[in-house]
Nanobody, 121 residues
């Protein structure tokens, strides 16, 4: 069963905005770190933004001042607000969660299925 569900991707013109969402299922508890990664065609996956359990955030240099990561712990959901989008932001965006399995109580990595973001005129 899918444990992270992503939404919010799509096609947008340069300078536009999108908001990505990622919701964790009840099979994940004690969520510690949440992050967004992206992978452009022919490139390696890179971390875009990260938010810890104490709400400390950090961003990759290319998106600083344009993207903002946030989380809603009551919904176990992480968001990525993307403003002033550029063509080079085009990629598949993946949600990441470090948390414990409700079944095994083991710490593990969880990945979303990916959502396509395309910035083009």
């Amino acid at each position: 069963q899918v444990q992270l569900v992503e939404s919010g991707g799509g096609l947008v013109q340069p300078g536009g905005s999108l908001r990505l969402s990622c919701a964790a299922s009840e099979s994940i508890f004690s969520v510690y770190e949440m992050a967004w990664y992206r992978q452009a065609p022919g490139k390696q996956r890179e971390r875009v933004a990260r938010i810890s359990s104490d709400d400390t955030t950090d961003y990759a240099d290319p998106v600083k001042g344009r993207f903002a990561i946030s989380r809603d712990n009551t919904k176990n959901t992480v968001y990525l607000q993307m403003n002033s989008l550029k063509p080079e932001d085009t990629a598949i965006y993946y949600c990441y969660v470090a948390g414990q399995s409700a079944l095994t109580i083991r710490l593990r990595d969880y990945w979303g299925q990916g959502t396509q973001v395309t910035v083009s005129s």
